[in-house]
């Protein structure tokens, strides 16, 4: 060992300490990048060979300096930020986004500012697609994961299957029969109906019609339903329609049922309706469509109206839905399972990554759910840049699973998640490293000097 040797010592020290004021430089300027993690250098000493034997019969090894051992992620979680874009996401917990670029690559990340693309995929800033859950033609979620896409901006308008209705009607009321005629010439006369309700129901083109519903006393307990609609928009059989006018629009009998109430007002039977169609079979909606195409958009368009669960007919306790009680008629709920055609207005995302649509009709639908992925060891993940990882051997077999199930962490819409560097224990360690920098060139230094002592030996 000769003192020559103290020089490449204190150079590895001085390699060592600017490459950990490297990172320290990279962590401070990543102090506000999303989803940035702290990168920590890890020392290790070096030796050389044997140099003799110790007192204690142990063996002299010769120091040889310093060197980088690893360079460790920290994956301590960042502060979580809000935002204004429904597509920014922040991870509160264990996993990874996971990202694909057009060429099958597969990446990680924890940084979640997306947007949607050209093309409908959310995508990063990078140009990588987000990967999830998929869904089928009813909104379920399936088992199967790929890029999330935003393409479905139109849903096709709904036909209306169901009518349901819930309130009272007035047990007072006097009894009347009306003919048809009478019925469609003057509904809402008090002598005709005792009660009305207008509902908006929709063909399978996603078209609006309103129809109107007039419920008449006919005799003690039992009550007519009468559904009428605008005589140009549906096709009924003749005696069923008043023709419209140019000022005063006609009447059509669509539908006609019957309920029956309990001495106690509670609903009892309920008679299937007739409809007034050519084969007595649904409601053919007739318009918009011009008169050069007279097919009807539904024809035959059966619509179910649910008063509630009767007792004889239903097996119910007559209780839920429709009564006949002493109190004025009112209506307390109405619903209708039809909606016009919409176009994707917004979407929103649930903390289990699910993705939902909002439409401009008023309908929500599944669009997919944002998986995550985590690894038994996240800190083998190999950094390539951009915010991003790649699997190594060192990280082990990707796990994918919901967000907020089992050890996976939630997802916050609106929300980013900060970089994890403090800057405070940042400053600390660079003044650590630059003392150890400046003890390590005052070695050079030192040993220069009694270099130059020897070569003075020789004068």
Do not use: C
């Not at 918009?288 to 007279?294: H, I, Y």
């Not at 070695?443 to 270099?451: C, K, R």
């Amino acid at each position: 060992m000769g003192i020559s040797s103290a020089f490449f010592s204190a150079t590895s020290g001085i390699n060592a300490m600017s490459r950990a004021l490297s990172e320290i430089g990279n962590n401070i300027a990543n102090a506000q990048t999303v989803g940035y993690k702290t990168r920590n250098v890890s020392f290790g000493d070096l030796f050389g060979a044997t140099i003799g034997g110790g007192g204690g019969g142990g063996s002299l090894v010769e120091g040889r300096g310093v060197r980088v051992l690893d360079i460790d992620a920290s994956f301590t979680q960042g502060s979580l930020q809000s935002t204004a874009n429904a597509l920014d996401l922040a991870i509160d917990g264990d996993g990874f986004f996971e990202l694909h670029d057009s060429a099958g690559g597969i990446f990680y990340s924890r940084a979640g500012q997306f947007n949607v693309s050209s093309s409908g995929n959310i995508e990063s800033p990078a140009g990588l697609t987000l990967q999830g859950y998929q869904v089928d033609s009813t909104g379920s979620i399936l088992s199967t994961i790929g890029d999330l896409v935003l393409t479905t901006t139109q849903q096709p308008g709904n036909p209306t299957t169901t009518i349901g209705m819930s309130g009272n009607l007035f047990s007072q009321a006097l009894a009347a029969n009306p003919t048809t005629a009478q019925l469609l010439a003057d509904p809402a006369n008090p002598n005709i109906s005792q009660f009305s309700q207008g509902v908006r129901v929709y063909d399978s083109q996603g078209s609006g019609h309103d129809l109107t519903m007039y419920f008449t006393k006919t005799t003690a307990n039992t009550w007519t339903y009468s559904v009428l609609a605008n005589s140009s928009e549906v096709t009924v059989t003749a005696g069923n329609f008043i023709p419209s006018t140019p000022t005063t629009p006609g009447n059509a009998l669509v539908a006609q049922g019957t309920l029956g109430f309990t001495t106690a007002g509670l609903l009892d039977t309920e008679g299937a309706p007739t409809y007034f169609n050519a084969g007595g079979t649904g409601i053919d909606f007739t318009s918009p469509v011009g008169a050069t195409n007279p097919t009807a958009p539904t024809p035959n368009q059966q619509i179910t109206f649910d008063f509630g669960t009767s007792i004889t007919t239903d097996g119910g306790t007559g209780t839920d839905g429709m009564l006949q009680q002493g109190s004025p008629s009112v209506l307390l709920t109405l619903d209708q399972d039809g909606f016009a055609n919409g176009t994707l207005v917004g979407t929103s995302i649930a903390e289990d990554g699910t993705l939902t649509g909002n439409f401009s009709n008023g309908v929500t639908e599944s669009l997919g759910q944002v998986s995550l992925t985590r690894f038994i060891n996240p800190h083998g993940l190999q950094a390539v840049g951009r915010n991003l990882f790649v699997q190594s051997s060192d990280s082990g077999t990707p796990l994918v699973g919901a967000p907020d199930s089992g050890s996976f962490g939630k997802i916050f819409a609106s929300t980013l998640e900060t970089s994890n560097v403090d800057l405070g224990d940042q400053l600390v360690e660079m003044i650590r490293m630059q003392r150890g920098f400046q003890a390590n060139s005052r070695i050079v230094t030192t040993t220069n000097d009694l270099l130059g002592e020897l070569v003075n030996l020789g004068r």
